[in-house]
């Protein structure tokens, strides 16, 4: 079963401009991650936010996370070209079992 | 560090027909998963090993589905018989502890005619 839902499922910006991706979720987590997938490749870990945490930066990355409204952001600033990827949210609960998202899969345009 | 391999990359195989995946996670790395992702879909989780004994295989189609990991190194996931819908690409991650974020391979793409 899915327990993340990424909103937009698509999204499409120039180079140079922001994407900002959203993942909720159902149940209580531990941990809420981001993982890029470029295209036939596996998935790249990107962040790692804590229930505790209410937002972190690395890099042209900025993850946002309300766990009163089940619910994280992500934020890529100046978006590249090799940006072009799909991203997933994945939480981690009581169970410790990481259930992914559906995904939101970006283009950014040269 | 070498990164998770995985082989074959690519299958092609007749419904009902068998196949074996395997998986060498990164070395030292206790933990290990396989998932199945459906085109379009996020990874779902197949079973998850914590040195050579089963974590969690809630979602293993066990009638279909084995996996083992001998000596808690390298991973072998079967499918016997083949399903038309177990076309998928089968993700294979390890983790130093089963808590530390994961690290993928590239995965095997597995069609099903």
């Known amino acids: 079963s899915q327990q993340g839902e990424e909103d937009p499922q698509a999204l499409s910006i120039q180079e140079g401009e922001n994407a900002t991706m959203n993942c909720s979720y159902k149940t209580s987590i531990n941990n809420l991650q981001w993982y890029r997938q470029n295209s036939g490749r596996g998935l790249v870990h990107l962040i790692l936010i804590r229930s505790n945490e209410r937002e972190k930066h690395s890099g042209r990355l900025r993850v946002t996370l309300d766990t009163s409204k089940k619910s994280s952001s992500l934020l890529i600033t100046a978006s590249r070209a090799a940006d072009t990827a799909s991203y997933f949210c994945?939480?981690?609960?009581?169970?410790?079992?990481?259930?992914f998202g559906q995904g939101t899969t970006l283009q950014v345009k040269p | 560090e070498a990164g998770v391999a995985q082989s074959p990359r690519y299958k092609i195989i007749e419904k009902r027909q068998s196949v074996a995946f395997w998986c060498n996670p990164i070395s030292g790395h206790a933990t290990l998963y396989w998932y199945q992702q459906i085109l379009g879909q996020g990874p779902k989780l197949l079973i998850q090993?914590?040195?050579?004994?089963?974590?969690?295989d809630s979602q293993l189609p066990k009638d279909r589905f084995s996996a083992e990991r001998l000596k808690g190194v390298d991973s072998t996931l079967k499918i016997q018989p083949a399903k038309l819908e177990d076309s998928a690409v089968y993700l294979c991650a390890s983790s130093p502890d089963g808590e530390s974020p994961l690290h993928f391979g590239n995965g095997t793409r597995l069609t099903v005619t």
């Open positions: 090993f914590q040195n050579n004994g089963v974590v969690d």
């Open positions: 994945a939480t981690t609960g009581n169970t410790g079992k990481l259930i």
